[in-house]
């Protein structure tokens, strides 16, 4: 009798257990949620510059530059600093009293976009590669933390900039 | 509009001056109004749904009332009426009865499940067959969960015979959308809420201070303690992998915190605000951390709720014709002792899972009311060790194994309250452990806690309003605490007033200075 | 009854004084921290008798001394300027001094033409908690809010500010009715020196159009002074950075052309005005420092005192009086300063 008693406490015990492992794929309403898997980002020399990274990792890696520009914000503590590499600047901005990677703004044709798109590039491989639309005369490309701004004029990318993204 | 907002008490005060300067015979109707203008502001595309329910179960109960009226005068009026033909009638009547209350239900349970449970429904049908359909993603209409439970009480009792249906369309619908109740609940019962909401009420001012002390004192709780915590609970929660361990135990802690004040006060602002316009709703909490087991603690917590289960699912299930077949086949192949139980116990599986679904769309929820259940049944059946334990040790009848208990209880409802804030059942159970591992537990202590946008004075706050939760809860055991602040000298109540609402505005986690969003991304 | 009305009022009277009380105390004092919040509440005391009233945000209040322009020309001015001043509050701090005096000359710095929509919760506290309420600061408040704000959180700072309840310091309760005297008719003094390097190139705009409503206030700015007989006109700071594109200047020159507006774009009177951007901005050249300044001031003074109607006003006693006073403080404030670099190496305070 205690027997059938613990066979059917465990049977009941069982079925809770199969029911959590179905747990996997439920979401509640809001189901579907697709955060993006591509973040854009800017390579060069095996250095790869993401959005809202750790900025003295990659000042280290990138190694020196060639001028930088500290410019406080109007009155608060924030400081956003300008590194330039000559081909591109790396923006920082500043939280928690460490800096963080807020924008690159690619300078001329040596360098490129990890799609392969550099200043000169021409409009319709900017489309092709990034499958966008111009608004105007620019294309922008979202990803999670980044903004990918093209700038263009008769058919031609006259600026490329990595953006990060606020929150807000 | 949320009851943590200008807009709410600004509406409150209007309702208010205009309730108690109107004539009395108005009241009502001025309260469903605002009932109207408090949803349509909220989510005006949506007043269809808590209309439809509304008006589809007073047509219901008048259908249901007016076929047991004319049972009642048929038997009454025909002549020399036979036994048997009064059976026949009154059954007749009872199964259109039935009919018209199970439409009833259907559609509007049948509402409520589509627009909450669809979208879990097509994710479950996507993992299980690796389909790709779209999600409905309808949007809820607020208090939906609540209003629909209330009709359906409502219908059910009707057709059961308890209370007559309410004749006037009016008047039910502010029974279904009087609006302290839409937010939070409680799950009040028609014949019990309708003894005061469409009286006449006099301005009573012990009555009406009484009520706003109440508010008052819920603001607190959900100002000064649950929204100071719910960045704490959300940022654990959110980054499971940077949070293990000790954080864990952190989490279930906090969260507990969290919950109840955030639940037991907006249910104090609920009762506060209808006693402020006369009207009694019942009460949903009794000191639930007091409790001090799993069968007291849901004595104790979200009362209507318990009762509605066990009013409307499971006593109906446990005795119905259908279950009694049941326990006569496991009487039989089971054996008496374990064939008994097996109805009881179906029927409590049936209102656990029930309950869990009710709670959200989504598998935690689910497994947390089966949990729930499987805990419960085994301290059922292990109370008989538990009464031998209790008659060998002494020590276990004194205040202080009282203490151990309701400690204990705190803990164990955490464990399993904590499925509601993870992601998903997976990687709950993967989380849990892990506070058994020494991870977290030296980073925690060490500045850890204070990355979610909470100070060190913040936990002091949160502290010492702990305190005074608890001071108060004792005080509870002795009586209203209103009746208890009543009887102290003018100069006391006030000051106790002036400090709450002092506290409440400067220690409230509200505004620009608390955004979470604000915090993460100071200067960006 | 009638005792229990009492009782009642006397409890609400207790209570706003409690709250009262506490904004007092939990707003921020911008004494040590955050000092340019100070600004904005500053004009009253020196409202009257200004012959030139500039509006506009660091650019103004950081690169124009008013005493040099009293000691070289005996002109009166005053500097509206706060932190990121945007055009909307710059047209709002205009129609709230009017409400005291009717200046001149209005010049209007044309950088803030770059932002187009609210930005910062933090920067609209700055400029709109020291206006003194009017109609006009309560248009203001509805043009600035950012979306997460509220009007009644100005009208109550405390439900704003409640949350600085843990940073509180005695400076919080010296101050809590009164302040320490920040600006010298608007400028914002710095003695110290960071000498402009390599200043980045410009970034590129996809578009370098300035929004409508830029062009709407603009527009009335210009209007409320033609309609008060008041000459505005619009500069641009010399400052290296941030950039000013030469698709903006095309703009601002065609807009004051067309309106027959004086445009001085000091980027391209530097060297005319003596400006060295290795001695004269304290910040690289973002900014210009005391020297840079009154260099600036004395410049604009004599452009001001043959080009417009502004006057020589140091023979009225009582003005020259009252100038005399803010020539001290101004040159009580330089001492300091130069002793703080002295002992430290840097301003730790403008005071």
Known sequence: ????????????????????????????????????????????????????????????????????????????????????????????????????????????????????????????????????????????????????????DNGVVTSIQYIARSEK | MSFVSFEFLLFLLILFVLYYTLPRRFQWMLLLVGSLVFYAFASPKYLIYIAVTAMSTWAAGRAISAEYRGRDSYIKETPDITKEQKKARKEAAKKKAKTIMVLCLVLNLGILAVIKYTDFFISNINSLFGADIAFMRFALPMGISFYTFMSAGYIIDVFRGKYAAEENPARFALFVSFFPQLVQGPISRFDDLSKSLYEEHAFDAQSITHGAWRVLWGYFKKMVVADRLAPLVAGIAGSPDKYAGGYVLALIFFYSLQIYADFTGGIDITIGIAKMFGVKVTENFDRPFFSRNI??????????????????????????????????????????????????????????????????ASWNFVVWGLLNCVVIMISQEISPLYDKFHKRFSFSNTKGWDIFQMFRTFWLMGFLRVLDVYRDVPLTFRMVPTIFSGRGWSEMFSGGL?????????????????????????????????GQLSEKPRAVRWTVIWVLIVIIITLGAYGIGYDAAQFIYNQF | MKKRIISIAAAVIVLAATFFLLQRLLMPKYISVNEEGGLAAEYYDNAGNNDVIFIGDCEVYTNYSPIKMWTERGITSYIRGTPQQMIWQAYYMLEDALRYETPKVVIYNVLSMK???????????????????????????????????????????????????????????EYMFKTEPLSHNGYLMRIDTKPAG?????????????????????????????????????????????????????????????????????????????????KDTFDAGMHLNLSGAEKLAAWLADYLADNTAVSDRRGDTATAEQWQKKIEFYEAMQASQKKQLEENGSLNSFR
């Open chain 1, 1 to 152: 009798m205690k027997k059938k008693m613990a066979a059917l406490l465990a049977l009941v015990m069982v079925l809770s257990l199969v029911l959590c492992s179905c747990g996997g794929g439920g979401e509640s309403n809001n189901g579907g949620k697709n955060t993006g898997s591509l973040d854009y980002y800017f390579q060069v020399k095996d250095v790869k510059v993401e959005m809202k990274a750790d900025a003295e990792a990659v000042l280290k890696a990138l190694g020196s530059y060639k001028s930088s520009y500290e410019a406080p914000s109007c009155a608060f503590d924030g400081m956003d600093k300008i590194y330039s590499y000559g081909a591109y600047d790396i923006l920082t901005y500043t939280a928690d009293g460490k800096d963080f990677i807020s924008g690159v703004v690619l300078r001329d044709d040596t360098v490129e976009t990890p799609e392969g798109i550099a200043i000169g590039s021409k409009l319709e491989d900017v489309k092709k590669k990034y499958n966008a639309k111009e608004e105007g005369s620019s294309i922008n490309v979202y990803s999670e933390n980044c903004r990918l701004l093209i700038i263009f």
């Open chain 2, 295 to 360: 069968a007291e603690f849901w004595r104790r917590w979200h009362i209507t709720m318990g009762t509605w289960f066990k009013d409307y699912i499971f006593y109906p299930v446990s005795v119905s014709k259908w279950m009694m077949k049941v326990s006569k086949w496991s009487r039989a192949k089971l054996g008496n002792t374990v064939g008994k139980r097996v109805p009881v116990y179906l029927s409590t599986i049936l209102v656990w899972l029930a309950t869990g679904i009710w709670h959200g």
């Open chain 2, 450 to 482: 204070l990355k979610f946008g909470l100070s060190t004075a913040d936990f002091v706050v949160v502290l010492a309003a702990c305190i005074v939760m608890l001071v108060v809860g004792i005080l509870q055991g002795r009586g209203t605490v209103c």
């Open chain 3, 115 to 173: 932002h187009g929509e609210p930005e910062s919760e933090a920067y609209n506290r700055l400029a709109l908690d020291g206006m003194r309420w009017s109609s006009t600061k309560y248009r203001a408040i509805k043009a600035s809010m950012t979306e997460e704000e509220s009007v009644i959180s100005y009208v109550f700072p405390l439900l704003r500010f409640h949350s600085r309840w843990s940073e509180i310091t005695a400076e919080d309760f």
């Open chain 3, 198 to 278: 390599t200043v980045p190139d410009p970034i590129p705009l996809p578009d370098y159009s300035f929004a409508q409503v830029c062009w709407d206030y603009l527009e009335k700015i210009r209007s409320l002074c033609e309609d008060n007989g008041i000459q505005l006109i619009l500069v641009k700071a010399p400052t290296l950075y941030p950039a000013w594109y030469p698709q903006w200047e095309e703009q601002i020159e065609a807009y004051a052309k067309e309106h027959g507006l004086t445009y001085l774009n000091f980027l391209e009177k530097t060297e005319e005005i003596g400006i060295d951007y290795t």
